[in-house]
């Protein structure tokens, strides 16, 4: 069970490890039913998906006791990315396809868990 104290719900069990992205939805959201239609059977195959695999919350389940958010979700979907089961960004509802991958991408590239690996730069010296 979930505790809010200073803004944040504060979980018993230990948290997840690694990323994920929850998922928060309802029965009879609309913006839940576009997202799945539009990305929902792709998502795990894209390269944002290995980065943060896809978990869903019903907004009015109880919430696991291994996820940690900061304040309570109001708008469904919203997208709440967990690094070792703590809430480290999130967006707020389903603007479509085109404004939704842009966005996942600036949340996965501030956390450096979900940070793609960039090459090393050649090594520039006298041969």
């Known amino acids: 069970m979930a505790v809010l104290a200073s803004g944040f719900f504060i979980c018993a069990a ?3 490890a690694g990323s994920e992205l929850l998922m ?3 029965t009879g959201c609309e ?3 576009a997202w ?3 990305i ?3 998502y795990h195959l894209t390269d944002e998906g290995k ?3 896809l978990r ?3 907004l009015f389940d109880t919430w696991p006791a291994d996820i940690t958010v900061k304040g309570s979700v ?3 979907p919203t997208f709440i990315l967990l690094e070792d089961g703590t809430e480290t960004g999130r967006i707020e509802g389903y603007p479509g396809d085109d404004f939704f991958w842009p966005m996942l991408v600036r949340l996965l590239d501030k956390n450096t868990r979900t940070k793609p690996l960039k090459a090393n730069p050649p090594k520039e010296g006298n041969d």
């Open 31 to 33: 913006w839940c039913d």
């Open 56 to 58: 869903r919350q019903d």
């Open 51 to 53: 980065r943060a695999p």
């Open 74 to 76: 109001h708008f469904t």
């Open 40 to 42: 929902g059977g792709i």
């Open 14 to 16: 230990p948290a997840t």
């Open 24 to 26: 928060v939805e309802q």
């Open 36 to 38: 799945n239609e539009e």
